[in-house]
């Protein structure tokens, strides 16, 4: 495991009520039985969706909270919905940022009465404030973590409300990210529901976290510990007396490990967090792309007077072990793994940031096929559906929290941020798929403020989570100060594009490490931009309104031969998986739009470049004949150049053999190719683990 600090105590206090700590090494052994059994978790939470049904309006309207409010005259829309999906990303930076309303009504079903009712919004950019009736819930600050309001006391089973919610993206000096390049769009951009509990039940608005923390002691090929802490709170006017039990099952719902407490007192308006240690023998781990297995570990709550099961959580177990060795390599479950993946924003074309679950899906899916093993989620917490994808995928998780280029020296800011941090790491506590914890990306000051803010980011990660890694992307010289607090400094380096030649980019890492050869350190973001119409033969460079589509491509074939060369650098991650809405943005013939991506934004288009990592990073078969678009020819001599993972390609041009190329790079090439007048046909082939593959282009010369 990484080194870190000794086991974090939480402390906090509830709205109304006291909090107690119970850790129990008592009670039924953890072990598994002796015969396996099989366990179903009791359904014993509904919830309901409010995605549908809404009216929404774009800009302040005075009293729309109130429930006779006319709203007829609204558009009728459905959430996720985000009011800058197209002015977000048309270029110009004069997207709407403000106010926007939304109503709906809302009936409880009658079965629900005497449950407790909890409001729950994925996300809402970037301040929202909810009322029911007329009356304000409250209000959440930050555009990217999940929240909850409790509204047992405001929505009566059987009686029709109002839920009303204000939302503003508007510019806000005490919410992080100040400034960013990409569109901070607007609008309730993710899923909204109802959910009801029982009055004794695990917490609901512990930062709106799951409440059910699963912390791994120690993980090895023969056992694994670990630690289940309920956070359980009563809710009811008088003490109740609880049993929780703790049950870890394996994916085919046996039992593996079983623990009960002891029967205790809790207090009316109360909590209590209790822990129990359970231990899995034999663990079948986690272990990356190679076998992301997991387990669920499930927490009952039992009213012990009454007998019954009142409340019920399961979360994702993949049981791992992670670290740096001894040469700064990342190694998981003790076997060192490279990390090479890319970076993810929240956007595609038409949609925006209201991305289904489906969009989430078919992202990740891409992000399988390149053959990626970690993923940094920039520069924000993403929906939980990503985070979901990614255990099961395999990949390695870099999570970060939204303080992006500057900060504003005040409390408010600061006490913003690390909210924002505890949301992020509570929310996401139990997902396998994360080891590092993101602290910035690219602060542009190395100033007393700057670092006192990372400093106390750093410091809350150690309290939070002593077992994860801290991270910081910096962009400043390897001695600024702010790349000193994290356990592990990467950098953002987009050496071709920004300044300098994409050869550099070895020289920069050989020199950092020689100057510091116990410094751990990874590249958080690289790349270059593409257009995939414009187009030129092995082009040196490109131009502000030009971005031609083989010059990204050359520069990740340069940048991933000098990353593969150095295993000391313990990640890479591509910038970006997809192009993405950057608004005041106007270059690449794209205004509005930040071109790095591997895959257009609207997903319809793989790059060059795409291919160049899949032919490197997947044991797929990969056959691609690079300038595929470039369809429209206007010089007879050409270069073939192709990406594949076969050791020998063949060429052949208008049914005229080219001949064979063999490559120790996984690039291919042809020169001095005659092209002639009209259409041509090229036809790659090569036999790729016993199978043949075949590529084919359509290539036309226009005449003299």
Known sequence: MHELPSRRQVLGTLAGGALATFALGGGPAAAAPAAAQTYTPPATRTRLSLNSGWRFHKGDVTGAQAPAFDDSAWNALSVPHTWNAQDGADGGGNYYRGVGWYRRRVTVPDGLAGRMLFLQFAGANQVADVWIDGTHLGQHQGGYSRFRFGATANLRPGTESVLAVKVT?????????????????????????????????????????????????????????????????????????????????????????????????????????????????????????????????????????????????????????????????????????????????????????????????????????????????????????????????????????????????????????????????????????????????????????????????????????????????????????????????????????????????????????????????????????????????????????????????????????????????????????FDFASDGRNEGGQPGINDKGLVTRDRSTRKDAFFWYRANWSPEPTLYITGRRWTARTEASTEVKVYSNATEVTAVLNGTSLGSRSSTDRIFKWTGVKLRQGTNTLTVTASIAGATHTDTVIWTLAGS
């Open 169 to 577: 993206n508007a510019d806000n000096p005490d919410i992080a990210p100040l400034s960013a390049d990409y569109t901070f769009q607007g609008g309730l951009y993710r899923n909204v529901s109802l959910h009801a509990v029982d009055k004794l039940a695990v917490r609901m608005l512990d930062y709106a976290g799951p409440g059910v923390y699963l912390r791994q002691r120690s993980v090895t090929a023969a056992s694994a510990t670990v630690d289940v802490r309920a956070a359980v709170f009563n809710n009811n006017t008088s003490s109740r007396s609880l049993v929780v039990r703790a049950v870890i099952t394996d994916a085919s719902g046996t039992i593996v490990a079983d623990r009960s407490s002891v029967p205790q007192t809790i207090g009316a308006n109360a909590g209590a967090d209790v822990t129990q240690t359970l231990t899995v023998a034999n663990p079948r781990r986690w272990d990356g792309p190679a076998d992301p297995y997991q387990y669920s570990a499930t927490v009952e709550i039992r009213d012990a007077a009454a007998g019954r099961v009142t409340d019920v959580v399961t979360e994702p177990l993949g049981l791992r072990s992670f670290g740096f060795d001894s040469t700064g390599a990342f190694s998981l479950n003790g076997k060192r793994l490279g990390l090479h993946g890319v970076n993810l924003h929240q956007d595609r074309a038409g949609v925006g940031w209201a991305e289904s679950d489906t969009d989430h899906a078919q992202d990740f899916a891409l992000i399988r096929e390149v053959g990626a093993n970690a993923v940094r989620m920039a520069h924000y917490q993403h929906d939980q559906k990503d985070y979901d994808l990614a255990d099961a995928a395999g990949l390695v998780v870099w999570a970060e929290v939204p303080l992006v280029n500057g900060v504003t020296n005040s409390a408010a800011f600061t006490a913003s941020t690390q909210s924002q941090l505890r949301e992020l790491i509570r929310q996401n506590y139990n997902h396998p798929s994360i080891v590092f914890w993101g602290i910035g990306n690219e602060q542009r000051s190395d100033d007393t403020a700057t670092n006192n803010l990372l400093a106390s980011l750093a410091a809350l990660v150690r309290s939070e989570d002593p077992d994860r890694i801290s991270a910081y992307a910096n962009n400043l010289g390897n001695d600024a100060k702010v790349a000193g607090h994290a356990d592990t400094t990467a950098y953002n380096k987009y050496f071709g594009w920004y300044g300098g030649s994409y050869n550099d980019l070895g020289g920069w890492a050989d020199n950092l490490h020689n100057a510091e050869p116990k410094r751990t350190f990874a590249l958080s973001e690289y790349g270059a931009g593409a257009n995939t119409t414009q187009h030129a033969l092995n082009p040196s460079g490109y131009s502000g309104g030009f971005h031609p589509e083989e010059y990204q491509a050359l520069l990740h074939e340069a940048s991933w031969k000098q990353l593969a060369a150095r295993p000391f650098v313990w990640g890479s991650f591509v910038w970006n998986m």
